[in-house]
């Protein structure tokens, strides 16, 4: 158990409620309904991911930029822009995205209640502020945070600015999420400690190899074990 008050950062969008397997559900309608003559599943879902990787990097992230990815999706398979039809068609398959309610991950309304006890709380999610800041609200866990942060990226320079605005102590701050890319390597190449709790579901694009000597990442199975930790 790591002693003494710390500071707790905590990624939101499958760490603490369900997030990207409305989205896989998305796409596999969206692949049953994509029909094409010479690519299977795999391939298709390969070209998507292309674009997708490419849509972020330029647009940023969250549903809207997601439907436009499978609109591209369509028009480079089509070889013509995707006609007003097959975009209402896309927008139908998405409308869980937009309308749904939020699935907290088992444990986590308790457990950010008692670590609200124990240590300072924040939450740093990245995404359409809009639609993050609707998930937070649906969720009704903004009450167990002192700060709550939406950001375009998480990545090195994300982290350090937070330290700086808070004056945080490295050696007494976690990031806690599910994503190696955005939630632990940036976060340890700034010098914060990292807990890294993975969910099955996590989008593609945010895997990465994670160092297994690295010590200063802690390994969880489930949110729960944090109160073992803290």
């Not at 997708?52 to 999706?73: I, M, P, Q």
């Not at 937070?162 to 955005?182: A, C, D, Q």
């Amino acid at each position: 158990m790591v002693r003494g008050k710390q500071v707790l950062i905590f990624d939101a969008d499958d760490t603490l409620w369900e997030n990207n397997i409305l989205f896989e559900r998305v796409i596999d309608d969206f692949l049953d309904w994509l029909t094409h003559p010479t690519l299977d599943r795999d391939q298709l879902r390969a070209i998507l991911d292309d674009i997708e990787r490419a849509n972020t990097a330029a647009h940023g992230y969250g549903s809207k930029v997601f439907l436009r990815s499978l609109g591209d999706c369509v028009a480079r398979l089509r070889e013509r822009p995707a006609t007003s039809a097959e975009l209402r068609r896309i927008e139908e398959l998405a409308v869980a995205l937009v309308e749904g309610s939020v699935d907290l991950i088992p444990g986590v309304a308790d457990t950010l209640t008692t670590l609200g006890e124990r240590h300072e709380l924040l939450l740093l999610t990245k995404g359409d502020t809009e639609e993050q800041q609707r998930k937070l609200t649906a969720s009704q866990l903004e009450r167990h945070f002192a700060g709550v942060h939406i950001v375009g990226e998480k990545n090195v320079d994300t982290y350090q600015a937070l330290s700086g605005e808070y004056g945080f102590v490295p050696e007494r701050t976690w990031m806690i999420g599910n994503s190696p890319k955005s939630d632990i390597l940036p976060a340890r190449r700034a010098g914060l400690g990292a807990v890294f709790i993975p969910n099955e579901n996590t989008w593609v694009l945010e895997h990465s190899e994670l160092d297994s000597s690295d010590t200063g990442v802690l390994r969880l199975t489930a949110f729960p074990e944090l109160l073992q930790h803290f």
